[in-house]
């Protein structure tokens, strides 16, 4: 019998990990052990079951009865599951692990020894690894650029220890991150919109112009199995949703001295995308992109309000982490 998660106690824990899950019994079946696993035990674990058709929930029962279990009734989408998740529990620190992981037996530790080192962090990010071919990187923190695109720095590189330094990053893979949990309610739960994809680009980009900084902590690894839940590949719903979300993210969080200066790269990164719909044959999925991104643009606009009445990183600060990944130098 392997090692046990902690017992839930009437004493909150420093930190909950919240479990993200639809239809992946077989992937608890390697995360769950890999968290009973951990050297840190001041911490319990909660698992959102997204509205799953397997026996998700009498498995956990039956075999992690130390697990509470919410069940949402029906697959509300991975932004708004990603706010049930980071609601869950009683922890000041708060996890957020899609099921498709393996976590190294030190990875909350190394999260949580981050976060106190550096207090004016709000999250932290850790070091993907593929779970397939150990040697490659899945990703050392995110990205995002200003052709309005977004990515993993180091994905599908070689580990050759290029990115073994700490650092303040521009965010963090919303399936395996760290948050102080006082910082989700200054800078707001993940837009529920969004549905699917870009939700934590998003949530990273507001959370940086409120002023936070995220940590890159390399000793802290998790290996990815990667679309283990969607699939692998490229599928229509993906397009989709990231052309769309993308287009939001743009018009939502960034400011307008931004828009103003990067406007040729961000019409750059649209019309990549315009050319590989019609490479694809994709051109009908572009077409119904542009229709509801004008169709929601009230509403992001409002919000866009909200997300510029709490800026408070300057346009040199912002150019300092988008496109680069590196600290920001902030006044």
């Not at 698992?47 to 998700?56: P, Y």
């Not at 009683?90 to 899609?98: I, P, T």
């Not at 550096?118 to 995002?144: E, Q, T, V, Y």
């Not at 699917?196 to 112009?209: H, K, M, P, S, T």
Request: hydrophobic residues 45%.
């Amino acid at each position: 019998m392997g090692p046990a998660l902690p017992i839930r106690s009437e004493a909150a824990p420093l930190l909950t990990a919240s479990v993200l899950s639809y239809d992946g019994r077989r992937l608890l079946e390697t995360l769950l052990p890999s968290l009973a696993a951990q050297d840190f035990r001041d911490f319990e674990v909660v698992v959102i079951d997204n509205g799953s058709r397997d026996d998700t929930v009498e498995w956990l029962s039956v075999h992690w009865p130390e697990v509470e279990v919410v069940t949402l009734p029906e697959n509300v989408g991975v932004s708004a599951a990603l706010n049930v998740c980071a609601q869950a529990g009683r922890g000041a620190l708060v996890g957020l692990f899609n099921n498709d992981l393996e976590l190294a037996p030190n990875f909350l530790g190394e999260l949580v020894a981050a976060l106190a080192a550096h207090p004016d962090a709000g999250w932290a990010a850790c070091k993907l690894m593929d779970f397939r071919d150990r040697s490659l990187i899945d990703g050392a923190g995110d990205l995002f650029l200003w052709t309005g695109g977004a990515s993993r720095r180091g994905h599908h590189e070689k580990d050759t220890g290029q990115y073994e330094r700490p650092a303040a990053v521009f965010g963090a893979c919303g399936g395996a991150a760290l948050y102080r949990r006082e910082v989700f309610d200054r800078v707001g739960p993940f837009d529920e919109s969004f549905f699917a994809f870009y939700e934590d680009v998003d949530w990273n980009l507001r959370a940086q112009l409120a002023g936070f900084e995220c940590r890159y902590v390399p000793s802290a690894v998790a290996f990815h199995m990667g679309s283990a839940t969607i699939g692998r590949g490229l599928t229509d719903f993906t397009r989709y949703h990231i052309w769309r979300n993308s287009i939001w993210v743009v018009a939502k969080d960034l400011p307008l001295g931004a828009l103003l200066r990067h406007a040729h790269q961000l019409l750059l990164g649209q019309l990549i995308n315009l050319a590989v719909a019609i490479r694809d044959r994709k051109i009908m999925i572009w077409l119904r992109v542009w229709r509801d991104v004008v169709r929601g643009l009230p509403s992001v606009l409002n919000r866009r309000r909200e997300v510029q009445s709490h800026r408070r990183l300057s346009l040199r600060e912002l150019e300092a982490v988008v496109g680069r990944g590196e600290p920001a130098r902030r006044n």
